[in-house]
């Protein structure tokens, strides 16, 4: 069947397009496994809403030797902290909270807290969420915490904790931090936070294998956690559920967590049309604002070295970089005893790409970046969706042809905001379009326009002697006028 239909395109004209090859890809990951003595991996690959590619690797326990499937469940430690942070944000939709209100507002036992200066401000819940409350970074330590009961949790906050700074500050990771989250979500919801996470977004998303008890799982389907150690791999004990599962205990698989991956990148771009997700389009974007600490970083993974630095910053439950060849980028880690995960997504390209592994914090992040690049490189991730220019701007671009081709600025009529002949008078308009003119002879002012807003673009024209470049902005009136155009000869 395939065969005949192969030959009925080829025979009709219709160019037969080849399979994407992941094989690149699925070696980056294994060699990362075999390198880094990981028992079993699953990595997979979202495109427009698709899991396009998933493919596992090795083991889930070295006992029964049972191969890592699609199905096959792993804890993703942090990669948690989305799910916390975007049902913290729906609680605030539905009225219950305010991000900039102090936490101890719906956590009371905060409210006896002695802070490190007498200046400090309180801790608000938005602080929180881009771990910037002044506490002091608890990886190894917080992860052990994920069991701990509430009421133990409960006692832990009325003694108080010890701050490292005061909040808001400076940036610095806390489990903590998300666990208090975590009892806000309990407090505000009136449920346990693991119920309102699985009701908010589990469920809805069809989550069916996802859960915070990681035992209540099938065991033919759980990956085991292993620590490499004295040149063997020696098992972790499991971690129950508790008091910080809000900041790492969730456990899943590919194929379901691919539906997290698809609804998350659904809300870009921003459009009309109805909601279709259990969380505002407009609320998961908010995922990508933080409170504004950036830092320069290196890009995780082999072309780090030779790869511009990434300017990059702590948004809610993800970190935000914008990279100089995948764009803007989302991204976080899991690292756990007996587990290590990473999550990149492109939201500008609609591409999300994950892996998971059962070794302590086995960290996936370079493979998973370079895969993004492998799979950039073979052209297999689209390219970032375009901007649509808006009617106005179209309107102002015809401006600009019009005055160009009359070599005046009054050609473009009342089209005009009142700036440009205030900027420049009319005799110096007509002097740069002229000496524009004179290098460039006449151009096609019709080629496409390339929007960076929908009032703003740039464009580049071909001329009878070369090109031209140039860039228009339109001003914030009602209706729009052209503000700004600038015209240039491209040089070689």
């Not at 701007?393 to 440009?420: K, S, T």
Request: with cysteine; proline share 8%; aromatic share 8%.
């Amino acid at each position: 069947m395939k065969r005949a239909l192969m030959m009925l395109l080829a025979c009709c004209g219709f160019a037969a397009q080849a399979e994407p090859d992941f094989s690149a890809a699925d070696r980056i990951v294994e060699e990362l496994r075999l390198d880094a003595h990981i028992p079993g991996m699953v990595y997979g690959v979202v495109i427009d809403g698709k899991l396009v590619h998933v493919a596992g690797f090795g083991v889930q326990d070295i006992v029964s030797n049972r191969p890592v499937t699609p199905d096959s469940l792993f804890r993703i430690a942090s990669m948690t902290k989305a799910f916390t942070a975007l049902t913290i944000l729906q609680q605030r939709d539905l009225g219950r909270l305010s991000l900039d209100e102090p936490a101890e507002k719906y956590v009371p036992e905060l409210q006896s807290w002695p802070y490190p200066t007498s200046d400090s401000p309180k801790i608000r819940v938005r602080d929180l969420l881009s771990h910037v409350a002044g506490f002091v970074t608890d990886d190894p330590w917080g992860d052990r915490q994920t069991p701990l009961p509430e009421a133990d949790f409960t006692a832990l906050l009325k003694a108080g904790v010890p701050f490292t700074r005061a909040p808001q500050t400076g940036f610095e990771y806390s489990n903590l931090g998300y666990a208090l989250l975590g009892r806000i979500i309990s407090n505000v919801s009136r449920k346990p936070f693991e119920e309102s996470i699985s009701r908010t977004l589990l469920e809805p998303l069809g989550m069916s294998s996802s859960g915070f008890v990681a035992d209540a799982a099938p065991a033919e389907r759980r990956s085991l956690g292993y620590r490499w150690e004295d040149d063997q791999w020696r098992p972790e004990p499991a971690l129950g559920p508790g008091a910080f599962g809000a900041m790492g205990g969730l456990q899943t698989s590919a194929r379901d967590y691919a539906k997290w991956v698809a609804f998350l990148l659904s809300a870009w771009p921003p459009r009309d049309g109805p909601e279709l997700g259990p969380v505002k389009r407009s609320t998961v974007r908010e995922l990508a604002q933080g409170l504004n600490f950036p830092a320069l970083r290196k890009r995780p993974g082999r072309s780090g070295d030779e790869a511009c630095r990434q300017a990059a910053a702590y948004g809610m439950g993800f970190y935000v970089a914008v990279d100089c060849d995948l764009g803007l980028t989302l991204s976080h880690g899991g690292g756990y005893p007996g587990f290590g995960s990473r999550v990149l997504l492109l939201p500008e390209r609609g591409v999300g790409i994950f892996a998971f592994a059962n070794r302590t914090y086995a960290g996936p992040s370079p493979a998973v970046w370079d895969v993004a690049l492998a799979l950039d490189k073979a052209g297999i991730l689209p390219p970032p969706r375009s901007v649509q220019p808006g009617p106005a701007l179209l309107d102002g671009y015809r401006a600009a042809g019009e005055i160009f081709r009359a070599g005046a600025i009054e050609a473009a009529g009342d089209r005009l905001a009142m700036n440009v002949l205030l900027d420049h008078d009319s005799r110096h308009w007509s002097q740069m379009l002229g000496k524009v003119r004179a290098e460039s002879g006449d151009c096609d002012t019709g080629s496409p326009l390339s929007a960076e807003g929908s009032l703003s673009g740039s464009f580049t024209w071909t001329c009878a002697h070369g090109r031209v470049r140039g860039e228009i902005e339109m001003a914030p009136t009602s209706p729009p006028r052209l503000q700004s155009l600038e015209l240039e000869p491209v040089k070689p």
